[in-house]
C-alpha cells in the first residue's frame, strides 16, 4: 500500500483479555517499529524489528507484551491478560532501514485500545 | 539520559509568527526531528536538523539547533489555522538502536 496500514483501527476490551493489534508498513521497509501513546507517559518506544528478528526490544512494559514479525512484512503486537493502563493508542511506523540517522520513520494512523 | 521535554501548549493568531522550544539531554544525538500530528491522524515528519548545523529552513518552517544549550526550535512563519496540531520533537540517541526519544508534544492552537 501506500503507507503504513493498521487494524483494527478502534479495539475495546474487557480486562483480563488478550488482544492483537496489527501493522502493515510500507512495502521494501525492512525496518519496523511499535510505540505507545497515552496521555499520561507521552509517545514511547515499544520495539523494533529489523526484518524478522527484534534487536531492540527494551520498551515493551511487562511479559505480558510481545511482537513478531513474519515474512519481514506484517507484524502483531500482542497484549495479554490487558489491564486498564494498557489504554493507548498503539502507533506502527516503518523505514527503509539500516540504522541510518536520516532513515525516516513513517507512522500509520494507530490503533487506539480501550480496556474497560 | 536520555530526555526530550517541550512546553505542552502555545496558542497564536493567524498569520503570526509560532516558536515551539525543545530541549534535550543526550548530547551525543546526531539527528533531531519535527513531528506534526493532526486530530485523528498519525505522526508526520516535517523536517529534521543534523547536529552540525545551527538552522535549516524550508519554506514557512525554520529550525533552529543551539548545541551547546541542547536547545531546539522550530518556527513556523505566517501560521496557518490549518497548523493547528501537536508538535513533537524527537531524538535518536547516541545509542542508535533506531528508536525515536519524543517529548511530550506542544498544542498548538491557531485563532483566526
Known amino acids: 500500500g501506500a503507507g503504513v496500514s493498521q487494524s483494527p483501527s478502534n479495539k475495546v476490551t474487557e480486562k483480563g483479555k488478550d488482544v492483537e493489534l496489527r501493522c502493515d508498513p510500507i512495502?521494501?521497509?525492512?525496518?519496523l517499529y511499535w510505540y505507545r501513546q497515552s496521555l499520561g507517559q507521552g509517545l514511547e518506544f515499544l520495539i523494533y524489528?529489523?526484518?524478522?528478528?527484534?534487536?531492540?526490544k527494551s520498551g515493551l512494559p511487562s511479559d505480558r507484551f510481545s511482537a513478531e514479525r513474519t515474512g519481514g512484512s506484517v507484524s502483531t503486537l500482542t497484549i495479554q491478560r490487558t489491564q486498564q493502563e494498557d489504554s493507548a493508542v498503539y502507533l506502527c511506523?516503518?523505514?527503509?532501514?539500516?540504522?541510518?540517522?536520516?532513515?525516516?520513520?513513517?507512522f500509520g494512523p494507530g490503533t487506539r485500545l480501550t480496556v474497560l | 539520559g536520555e530526555d526530550v521535554e517541550q512546553s505542552l501548549f502555545l496558542s497564536v493568531r493567524e498569520g503570526d509568527s509560532s516558536v515551539i522550544n525543545c530541549t534535550y539531554t543526550?548530547?551525543?544525538?546526531?539527528?533531531l526531528y519535527w513531528y506534526k500530528q493532526e486530530p485523528g491522524a498519525g505522526l508526520q515528519l516535517l523536517t529534521y536538523?543534523?547536529?552540525?548545523?545551527d538552522m535549516k529552513q524550508d519554506q514557512r518552517l525554520t529550525v533552529l539547533l543551539n548545541k551547546k544549550d541542547k536547545h531546539l526550535s522550530l518556527r513556523i512563519a505566517d501560521t496557518q489555522t490549518g497548523d493547528s496540531a501537536i508538535y513533537f520533537c524527537?531524538?535518536?540517541?547516541?545509542?542508535?538502536?533506531?528508536?525515536?526519544?519524543f517529548g511530550q508534544g506542544t498544542t498548538l492552537q491557531v485563532k483566526p
Open positions: 524527537a531524538e535518536i540517541p547516541s545509542s542508535n538502536t533506531g528508536k525515536l526519544i
Open positions: 524489528f529489523q526484518g524478522n528478528s527484534a534487536p531492540d
Open positions: 512495502s521494501g521497509h525492512t525496518a
Open positions: 511506523a516503518s523505514s527503509l532501514g539500516g540504522l541510518v540517522f536520516t532513515d525516516t520513520q513513517y
Open positions: 543526550d548530547s551525543s544525538s546526531t539527528y
Open positions: 536538523i543534523f547536529s552540525n548545523m
